[in-house]
């Protein structure tokens, strides 16, 4: 297996190329002398109190060297930790989450991205007859379709705190040139499968012999309601992919000890040997199969309040399973750990609440009729409606304009509750919770007075109500942004009191239980 050092030409930085990102997703294709698929992906405020989701579809050409953004009316909405696979000339895409900063979404929608047509299609699928959302599932391609397997998602429980959980069925997509034949089928746990489940286990395609290679990953078990105890695993499996799908152990095979009898002291050191030692519990590992090597690099290792990222690198021989191959150590002991604190200590505060970083509200197009329809309902994705391919200054912006409205959002819901505003004040202003239709309905003899007065008296009838209306609306749209923002924050109070009446502390802190690394 060769490496290769990649440079890339600075002629083809900045908007020519995918902007910084996590959690994305990357499949290749043979066209057109090599081609990289590149799908969403996150930026995290430096705090990772904020995040943006790309919804950008990608395409590198390795021959020419240059990226070209891939522009579709119709595409999967921004997510990170989904998953991606190639079948034939299809890109396949399934899962992962939104998160709000208030919430974490996951998703179960399926999409597929014809490289021919240079087109998306959303595939329908039955309800009752799909896997669950879920991110951070291992996705393989064969020639019958693809095969899902695990993840993780939270699940909500009423009465009881949400918990994250780890997954471990497993799902054939039965793929066909015809996209409307695409189903799914669910498989039946078959052979000695990874027990207990766990999360933040990585797979890789063994294609000599059609087996999926899994390696480590993390079980977590709550011990009280306020701490949760994890463990780490190091233990490799096969999924034989064919058929029904088959879990199989593989297992290390040490060499037969051949000590004469009564020489017990011989081969003592042979259990410490590392050569037939598998390498350290990890979760997040990168694994990769070339012909009937496995390599397994880095991931993540925690010990009671610190975590550790690793750069060891490990080499298997699959097909004869007879010792470990250290190509790089890495010492825990050794490694330079920092507290969040101390990195908190180094950062600038976030947010400001200066009238410069105050977002413009987004003008709709609304008629009179229009307000007949249902109310606007609050989006459970708090988009920063950025471009997908802005630079990090950019995006670290918008996520500060943010944070600013929401202290706008907070001044403004006390100023709502003062009894003693005047009486233009109450009607001149939108109040919490109010779609424009609310608003319009209840302060229209006010607008229609102002649309009078502003006219000369000659603004009468429909026409009055029209102006009156525009007036209206103009007004809502200022504050808008706030009163969504206002909402959001009541959504998240209302999860924090519904907690507390069933008698729920707060929710595990620290390494271990609310990572992102394991999503």
């Known amino acids: 297996m060769a490496f290769v050092r990649m440079y890339v030409n600075p002629a083809h930085t900045g908007k020519t190329q995918p902007g910084p990102r996590s959690a994305h997703q990357m499949v290749a294709t043979r066209a057109g002398g090599g081609q990289l698929w590149c799908f969403g992906g996150e930026f995290a405020s430096t705090k990772q109190t904020s995040f943006h989701h790309y919804r950008d579809l990608w395409v590198y050409s390795i021959a020419e060297r240059t990226w070209e953004k891939v522009e579709t009316k119709v595409r999967p909405s921004g997510r990170s930790g989904h998953r991606m696979a190639l ?4 890109i396949v895409l399934f899962g992962g989450f939104i998160d709000t900063g208030i919430r974490t979404s996951y998703l179960q929608d399926l999409w597929v991205f014809d490289t021919l047509e240079y087109k998306w299609h959303e595939i329908k699928q039955n309800e009752l007859r799909r896997p669950g959302p879920r991110s951070g599932f291992s996705f393989l391609s064969t020639p019958e379709g693809i095969v899902l397997y695990g993840g993780y998602c939270k699940k909500f429980i009423k009465g009881q705190r949400t918990q994250g959980v780890a997954l471990e069925d497993a799902w054939l997509l039965q793929m066909d040139e015809d996209l409307s034949k695409i189903q799914w089928v669910k498989r039946r746990k078959i052979g000695y499968a990874p027990n207990p489940p766990r999360s933040g286990c990585t797979m890789a395609l063994w294609a000599n012999r059609s ?5 480590g990953g993390v079980t977590d078990t709550e011990q009280d309601e306020e701490s949760m105890e994890s463990t780490f695993h190091n233990a490799l499996y096969g999924y034989q992919l064919p058929g029904n799908g088959r879990w199989i152990s593989l297992n290390l095979r040490k060499p037969k ?13 042979e259990d410490d040997d590392p050569r037939y030692k598998m390498p350290l519990e990890r979760y997040n590992a990168m694994l990769a199969v070339q012909r009937n090597t496995l390599y397994i690099y880095g991931g993540i290792f925690e010990s009671g309040d610190r975590e550790y990222t690793l750069d060891d690198f490990y080499t298997i021989d699959l097909s004869k399973m007879n010792q470990v191959v250290c190509l790089q150590e890495c010492p825990i002991d050794k490694l330079e750990w920092h507290s969040s604190d101390e990195d908190d200590d180094d950062e600038d505060d976030e947010g400001s609440s200066s009238d410069e970083d105050e977002p413009e509200p987004e003008r709709e197009q609304e008629g009179v009729e229009a307000m007949e329809g249902s109310e606007d309902e609050v989006p459970d994705v708090s988009d920063l409606q950025l471009d997908d391919d802005v630079s990090p200054k950019e995006v670290q912006a918008a996520l500060e304009r943010q944070a600013a409205l929401r202290k706008q959002a907070t001044a403004f819901m006390g100023v709502a509750k003062d009894t003693n505003r005047t009486e233009e004040d109450i009607l001149s202003t ?6 424009l239709q609310t608003f319009y309905l209840r302060t229209k003899h006010y607008w229609a007075s102002l649309a009078h007065t502003q006219s000369d008296g000659a603004s009468r009838g429909k026409q009055l109500r029209r102006d ?23 959504s998240e109070a209302e999860g924090d009191i519904d907690e507390a009446a069933d008698g729920m502390p707060r929710r595990p802190t620290g390494p271990g239980t609310e990572s992102r690394h394991r999503r």
Request: net charge negative; glycine share 10%; charged share 40%.
């Open 87 to 90: 079948w034939k000339h299809f």
């Open 211 to 215: 087996t999926g290679v899994l390696f």
């Open 257 to 269: 000890k051949r000590a004469p009898r009564g020489d017990a002291d011989e081969n003592d050191g």
């Open 430 to 435: 939108p109040a919490p919770g109010e779609v």
């Open 468 to 490: 009156g209306f525009d007036l209206a609306e103009k007004r809502f749209m200022e504050y808008k942004p706030i009163l969504e923002e206002i909402e959001r924050i009541r």
